[in-house]
């Protein structure tokens, strides 16, 4: 942390708990990050989630050829010796996976063919067939397929408890330093009155031994004191900065230039509290976010076993088509 110098016309600002947590949530790099985190899981999922998506597609094309023959059966007896074929397709086509495994494929062909020697000309061919593919072994299961899905949702889970976690510590530092900054200038005032008592104390001793009530050596004695009140009124107004640089790093506010004194302005409470050990233990087993973490990382890497035993299986499917087709 570095170590920030107030501007001299910068006024004391008051803070309290509430708005530090609140810049902070606003403000502090690690919680931007976990936030960013949540919208790539969210967006991973959304992926994982559009291969269930249906998809319509179109395909169109034509072909021409040209080439010579010299049989008989292509030519007849006519004097031709060119054979000459075009023809113009186009496919339209649905397709829908299946959530439990396999696919639903509806295509329209069409195909128009004009051809030398051909008997209708043109002729038209279209065929309209419905697929159904059904894996019977690898691949089978609404979980298996399903299964992408089902780690990617729970990774979005995973990556909210991790931002909970990464607020609940900076809460938890938030509020240490709060109070650590309310010590440390109840010290620096403990410390300047300490430093203003031996302060008194030399000018007693200076007095009492210009008077001859004491040896010259007190005075040394007491200019030690207030030398000794002086260092610690430094160290205090030190720690006083250091944990206002460890507020401002925590609220996202990193530039030393001009920052203004903190004042707490929320009076520590005096009331005693009563815990139990067991009910604690209980509470942070089924609330602690780390814990929930780990608890859907497990899940995550039993469906993930699951899905790799379900892979090494022999493929094996069952297809049904079914369709008129068509020729004038």
């Not at 959304?46 to 998506?53: G, I, K, P, T, V």
């Not at 004097?79 to 000459?84: A, G, H, L, P, S």
């Not at 030690?224 to 610690?232: I, L």
Request: aromatic content about 6%; proline content about 5%; hydrophobic content about 40%.
């Amino acid at each position: 942390f570095f170590l920030s110098v107030p501007s001299v016309n910068a006024e004391p600002t008051l803070l309290s708990i509430s708005q530090a947590i609140e810049i902070a949530l606003k403000n502090n790099p690690d919680i931007r990050i976990e936030k960013e985190n949540i919208q790539i899981q969210k967006a991973i999922q959304q992926m994982a989630a559009s291969r269930f998506d249906a998809s319509l597609y179109f395909n169109t094309g034509i072909k021409e050829n040209i080439r010579h023959s010299t049989s008989l059966l292509e030519t007849g007896i006519t004097t031709r010796r060119f054979i000459q074929q075009k023809d113009v397709d186009w496919d339209l086509g649905w397709t829908k996976p299946a959530p439990w495994g396999g696919q639903y494929d509806l295509t329209l062909n069409y195909r128009r063919t004009d051809a030398t020697l051909q008997k209708a000309n043109p002729t038209y061919f279209s065929d309209l067939s419905l697929v159904v593919t059904q894996p019977l072994l690898k691949g089978f299961g609404k979980k298996i397929v399903q299964g992408p899905l089902t780690i990617a949702t729970t990774q979005t889970a995973i990556s909210h408890q991790t931002f909970r976690a990464r607020v609940m510590g900076m809460i938890q530092k938030i509020v240490s330093h709060y109070w650590d900054l309310t010590f440390q200038r109840e010290n620096l005032r403990v410390q300047q009155a300490s430093l203003t008592l031996a302060k008194q104390l030399l000018e007693r001793n200076q007095a009492k031994v210009s008077l001859g009530l004491l040896a010259p050596i007190e005075i040394t004695v007491a200019e030690v004191g207030v030398a000794s009140r002086e260092e610690a009124v430094i160290v205090a107004k030190k720690g006083i900065r250091d944990v206002e640089d460890q507020l401002r790093f925590l609220m996202g506010q990193n530039d030393p230039n001009g920052l203004a004194e903190i004042l707490p302005s929320d009076p520590p409470v005096d009331q005693e509290t009563h815990l139990n050990q067991d009910d604690l233990l209980a509470l942070a087993l089924t609330e602690r976010p780390e814990i929930k973490s780990m608890q859907l990382a497990m899940q995550n890497m039993d469906l993930s076993v699951r899905i790799a035993e379900n892979g090494i299986r022999p493929a094996l499917n069952l297809v049904g088509a079914l369709g008129p087709s068509g020729v004038g």
